[in-house]
C-alpha cells in the first residue's frame, strides 16, 4: 500500500465548478500535511497546509481528518488558471524525516 | 527576496559517469532536502540536511550523496549513473526541518 494514496484523475471541469480532491495515508502518525500544486514541468509550489481544524483560503478549503487519515482539498468556482496536478503531502518524522508526496491529481479547467 | 535556485536547469550525462547538483536556499532558511521526480509520480525524497548534518535519508543507493556548507547551500553527487537516474532532481528549502518546504526550479538530468 502506498503511504499516500491520490486518484490520479484527470478531472475535467468547467470554468465556475467546485471540484473536490481526496487523500489517504497510511501512517497515523503522521504529523504535518500540505496541498502542493504542480504546473506541467515546473517546481512544485506549496498551495496550503492543512490543519485539524480545517482551513480556507480564497476559493479553497483544506480539511482533514485523523481518525480516518484523510485529507481533502476543495476548489470553488474554478479558473482556468486551476489548471494543475495536485500534490497531497504528508510529514512523519520518523528516521528518514521527509515530506512524502502522493502521485498527484491532474486538474483540467475547461472554458 | 530570492527563491531557491538550484544549478544547472539541465545536464546530459553518460552512463557510468558522475554528476553534482548544487543548490541555494532561500535566505535565512537552514535546512535543504532534495528529492528525485520521474514523469508521473510525485517526488522521491532523498536526503535532508540541517545545520550541515543529516537528518534524514530516503530509499536510495549509496551512489546518491550529499552534503551542506556552512552557508546553508548543498550539492547532490550522483556516482556511476544509471540510465534510471534520469529524473528532475529537486531542492526543497525550509526554516527548520519540520516547517513548510519551498521548491525551487530543479535540475533535469538525462542519463545516456
Known amino acids: 500500500r502506498k503511504e499516500v494514496e491520490q486518484d490520479p484523475g484527470p478531472f475535467n471541469v468547467p470554468e465556475g465548478a467546485t471540484v473536490a480532491f481526496n487523500c489517504t495515508y497510511s501512517n497515523s502518525a503522521s504529523q504535518s500535511f500540505f496541498w502542493y500544486r504542480q504546473d506541467c514541468r515546473k517546481e512544485p509550489k506549496l498551495l496550503m497546509s492543512?490543519?485539524?481544524s480545517g482551513n480556507e483560503d480564497g476559493r479553497f478549503t483544506a480539511q482533514l481528518n485523523r481518525a480516518s487519515q484523510y485529507i481533502s482539498l476543495l476548489i470553488r468556482d474554478s479558473k482556468l488558471s486551476d489548471s494543475a496536478t495536485y500534490l497531497c503531502?504528508?510529514?512523519?518524522?520518523?528516521?528518514?524525516?521527509?515530506?512524502?508526496f502522493g502521485s498527484g491529481t491532474r486538474l483540467q479547467v475547461q472554458p | 527576496d530570492a527563491g531557491v535556485t538550484q544549478s544547472p536547469t539541465h545536464l546530459i550525462k553518460t552512463r557510468g559517469q558522475q554528476v553534482t547538483l548544487r543548490c541555494s536556499p532561500i535566505?535565512?532558511?537552514?535546512?535543504v532536502s532534495w528529492y528525485q521526480q520521474v514523469l508521473g509520480q510525485g517526488p522521491q525524497f532523498i536526503f535532508q540536511y540541517y545545520e550541515k548534518e543529516e537528518r534524514g535519508r530516503g530509499n536510495f543507493p549509496d551512489r546518491f550523496s550529499a552534503r551542506q556548507f556552512p552557508n546553508y547551500s548543498s550539492e547532490l553527487n550522483v556516482n556511476a549513473l544509471l540510465l534510471g537516474d534520469s529524473a528532475l532532481y529537486l531542492c526543497?528549502?525550509?526554516?527548520?526541518?519540520?516547517?513548510?518546504?519551498?521548491f525551487g526550479p530543479g535540475t533535469r538530468l538525462t542519463v545516456t
Open positions: 492543512v490543519y485539524s
Open positions: 503531502v504528508v510529514w512523519v518524522d520518523t528516521g528518514r524525516r521527509a515530506l512524502t
Open positions: 535566505s535565512g532558511h537552514k535546512s
Open positions: 526543497a528549502s525550509s526554516l527548520e526541518v519540520l516547517y513548510e518546504q519551498y
